[in-house]
């Protein structure tokens, strides 16, 4: 449970949504419509003399608000560079980041659009150029307050948290952690083929939810997953299907990508290490957020019998498919 000095999403009731936009002088006009969102909390809210925003709420106890003012100055810099990025709302005083009653928000315009058709060979070229657009920025400087995606973050913590905090049944203890730890060691072998890559500050989370495509092709939006990694990591979750699939939407992807950016091929070596740390990092996430009260609702397969079970083959998986050859692109 939060400690009593960080508030909690339960005391974010719409009234308070609505005050939080006026203590910055943007005056609601009672239409308030929750988005699809699970770690922070998210609404789209019609504005009296003006087109609707959609305000971002941040998860208490999360990042700091150093880290948060990052990614915000991150996204920014894309802007500056015609980008096509949501960026967060200056207003009057200056500020992108704004405190109420210990909550703290961001406004943003809203952009509309549909999901990417990523089967579609031009909509993955098209893709690849901004993500090659997005890096290059992101290759200028590191991130200083946000954290870096790597076997110890997303792979070793949620595994030793897990075991911390009694999630997995007992029955299946013994398998899972006999799995986890060889899917570890085959990250580890995945890393050490890939050798010393580059990091960058990376969206950190380009799926197809948090890309808006319209005619005039997509907007990135959601920056909330920023860190530094290596690039591969804004690609290889675009990637769905065989093998042969998986070659073709990479090499449509970088034939965008490298209009713009450099693509260093050691990095096809850390695909299926970081599909492995996602699933571990995924895991993870879930059970830190199983109090909140919508966690249950949204994944109600969560920490069932079945669902250890299904984790464990899909482990074993991964682990056969970090010994093969990466792809060739």
């Not at 570890?184 to 580059?198: E, F, I, M, N, P």
């Amino acid at each position: 449970m939060n400690p009593p000095s960080i508030p909690s999403f339960a005391d974010l009731s719409p009234d308070l949504v609505l005050d939080a936009l006026d203590s910055i002088g943007l005056h609601g006009d009672g239409r308030l419509l929750a988005l699809n969102s699970y770690e922070n909390r998210v609404y789209q809210i019609g504005i009296d003399d003006g087109p609707p925003v959609v305000a971002k709420f941040y998860r208490p106890g999360r990042w700091s608000d150093a880290a948060i003012r990052e990614e915000h100055a991150f996204v920014e810099e894309l802007v500056a560079q015609e980008i096509p990025v949501v960026s967060a709302t200056r207003l009057g005083d200056g500020n992108s980041l704004h405190k109420l009653d210990g909550f703290r928000f961001a406004v943003f315009a809203r952009h509309g659009g549909r999901a990417p058709e990523l089967d579609d060979p031009d909509t993955l070229e098209w893709m690849g150029r901004f993500i090659g657009r997005i890096h290059a920025v992101g290759k200028l400087k590191p991130f200083m307050e946000r954290p870096t995606l790597d076997i110890h973050s997303f792979g070793t913590e949620p595994r030793a948290w897990l075991l911390a905090h009694d999630f997995i049944p007992p029955e299946l203890l013994a398998a899972w952690q006999s799995v986890t730890t060889m899917a570890l060691d085959g990250v580890r072998r995945c890393y050490d083929r890939a050798g010393d890559v580059a990091s960058v500050r990376l969206h950190g989370d380009v799926h197809s939810g948090n890309v808006l495509w319209t005619d005039a092709g997509p907007h990135f939006v959601d920056f909330d997953d920023s860190r530094n990694g290596p690039a591969i990591q804004d690609l290889w979750m675009m990637l769905s299907g065989e093998r042969a699939d998986m070659v073709r939407q990479m090499s449509d992807l970088l034939a965008g990508y490298d209009d713009f950016c450099d693509f260093d091929p050691r990095e096809l070596h850390l695909i299926e290490a970081l599909r492995t740390l996602r699933l571990l990092h995924y895991s993870a996430w879930l059970a830190r957020r199983w109090d909140d009260p919508a966690f249950p609702v949204a994944f109600p397969w969560f920490n069932t019998q079945r669902y250890w079970q299904d984790r464990i083959l899909e482990l074993r998986e991964q682990v056969a498919l970090m010994d093969e050859a990466p792809l060739r692109v």
